[in-house]
């Protein structure tokens, strides 16, 4: 099982709907959790922390399911600049201090105008 | 503010040579820094951690003798691919946890990004 999990998609939506992402990870000990966008031949860029107790940004919205070990990023009102591969990020911070992120492979969104 | 840069962007080299990427924080210090390694059509894989003043951490199945990983100050980590490979032709990452005051110390900031190919 992959430690993190994601839809690969693609998704494709029109503009201005609203469309749910959804990531699974198999750590429970994980510490942080995280949206990544990565745009096509580009590096990585923080969209959003995510906390347990659900966290918003504009259009966007983040939650945490702890228990379930779930991640969940809604956006809505899409945007054709939203097109972009999501990223579900795990940080997790060994017993000897080491901090790793795990990267889930990502969900392809293309909106469409 | 937390810029990351990476030079060369991209590189093309021959099967069996050397290849250095470097890694820097513009504007801020970063005591560790990160290295991926992207695939295409797949996820970013960590491939070692870089602290400092200290030997880099590498992730299990990633070849330390291969991929050198020098720290030598508070902005600037190289990865060196030795005797690279066709293999080896790979989308390279670096990140950096910042420790100046006004960034967020938890988080990574990336840098662009080496294309190598190998050919």
């Known amino acids: 099982r992959k430690e993190v999990e994601q839809d690969p998609g693609p998704f494709n939506v029109p503009e201005g709907a609203t469309v749910a992402f959804n990531c699974t990870y198999s750590?429970?000990?994980?510490?942080?959790f995280f949206w990544y966008r990565q745009d096509c031949r580009k590096e990585p860029k923080l969209l959003m922390s995510?906390?347990?107790s659900g966290n918003e940004d504009g259009r966007f919205t983040a939650q945490l399911n702890r228990a379930s070990q779930y991640i969940s990023l809604l956006i809505r009102d899409s945007k054709l600049s939203d097109s972009a591969t999501y990223l579900c990020?795990?940080?997790?911070?060994?017993?000897?201090?080491?901090?790793?992120?795990?990267f889930g492979t990502g969900t392809r969104l293309t909106i469409i105008p | 503010g937390a810029v990351v840069s990476q030079h060369p962007s991209w590189v093309i080299c021959k099967s069996g040579t050397s290849v250095k990427i470097e890694c820097r924080s513009l504007?801020?210090?970063?005591?560790?820094m990160f290295w991926y390694r992207q695939f295409p059509k797949q996820s970013l894989m960590l491939m070692a951690t870089?602290?400092?003043?200290?030997?880099?951490?590498?992730e299990q199945g990633v070849e330390k003798d291969k991929f050198l990983i020098n720290h030598a100050s508070l902005t600037l980590s190289t990865l060196t691919v030795t005797s690279a490979h066709p293999e080896d032709s790979s989308f390279y990452i670096c990140?950096?946890?910042?420790?100046?005051?006004?960034?967020?110390?938890?988080?990574?900031?990336f840098g662009p990004g080496t294309r190598l190919l190998v050919l």
């Open positions: 990140s950096a946890r910042a420790v100046t005051s006004g960034l967020d110390g938890e988080t990574q900031y």
């Open positions: 750590n429970s000990a994980s510490q942080s």
């Open positions: 995510v906390y347990s």
């Open positions: 990020v795990v940080r997790t911070i060994s017993n000897f201090g080491n901090e790793k992120l795990t």
């Open positions: 504007d801020f210090q970063a005591t560790t």
């Open positions: 870089s602290n400092e003043g200290s030997k880099a951490t590498y």
